[in-house]
């Protein structure tokens, strides 16, 4: 069974630092591309960041961009967010999850881990 | 990136068939998919690449596409099937991954 289980989140103060942490387990790890999406308390999904299968190509959201670090080691079969400078609207549950196909014209995210709350507040 | 537009709500009796709508100027270029989320659950995908269904979800769920407009299509609904429902597609913008979601419908089974 292919399983995602997050970990890592908490409350952190304005400006404050978190790393989450994604295991993996049930497929082969470095067969696949992986994302992080959040989602606000009461809101809608917000896709993070991605990565490639060896960490050789990631994107950010515009929201995040410069202060969010994805990466991932495929001998731990485990992603990573590392979340710097962070500010209240960065609030939400969030969720890795497996990028099944790539390309710049199609992919999609599939299954989901059930996510680790983060909590930005002083 | 760009935009998808869903309608906040949608609401069927039981039995009935509902769809809900996705909209956005970049879905003639782009493949959909759909994502079903239950209370205090993780998004599952239902549909894929516009309408294709992965293994485990039932035959009731169907996706079309149509210009700008993509549809989600439960027939026969069952109470079961109350959740939020999230249309998304890839941006081509060249960021690494990047995906992009609509607002979320809520579907209410009467």
């Known amino acids: 069974e292919v399983q995602l289980v997050e970990s890592g989140g908490g409350v952190v103060r304005p400006g404050g630092s978190l790393r989450l942490s994604c295991a993996a387990s049930?497929?082969?790890?470095?067969?696949?591309?992986m994302s992080w999406v959040r989602q606000a308390p009461g809101k809608g999904l917000e896709w993070v960041s991605g990565?490639?299968?060896?960490?050789?190509?990631?994107g950010y959201a515009d929201s995040v961009k410069g202060r969010f670090t994805i990466s991932r080691d495929n001998a731990k079969n485990s992603l990573y967010l590392q979340m710097n400078s962070l500010r209240a609207e960065d609030t939400a549950l969030y969720h890795c999850?497996?990028?099944?196909?790539?390309?710049?014209?199609?992919?999609?995210?599939?299954?989901w881990g059930q996510g680790t709350l983060v909590t930005v507040s002083s | 990136s760009y935009e998808l537009t869903q309608p906040p709500s949608v609401s069927v009796s039981p039995g009935q068939t509902a769809r809900i709508t996705c909209s956005g100027d970049?879905?003639?270029?782009?493949?959909a998919y759909w994502y079903q989320q239950k209370p205090g659950q993780a998004p599952v995908l239902v549909i894929y690449?516009?309408?294709e269904r992965p293994s485990g979800i039932p035959e009731r769920f169907s996706g079309s596409s149509s210009g700008t407009t993509v549809t989600l299509t439960i027939s026969g609904v069952q109470a079961e099937d109350e959740a939020d429902y999230y249309c998304?597609?890839?941006?081509?913008?060249?960021?690494?991954?990047?995906?992009?979601f609509g607002g979320g419908t809520k579907l209410t089974v009467l």
């Open positions: 999850a497996r990028v099944p196909q790539y390309s710049s014209s199609s992919h999609w995210f599939d299954p």
């Open positions: 049930g497929f082969t790890f470095d067969d696949y591309g």
């Open positions: 990565i490639n299968w060896n960490g050789g190509s990631t």
């Open positions: 970049a879905l003639p270029k782009q493949y």
């Open positions: 690449k516009d309408s």
């Open positions: 998304q597609s890839a941006d081509s913008s060249g960021t690494y991954g990047e995906g992009v």
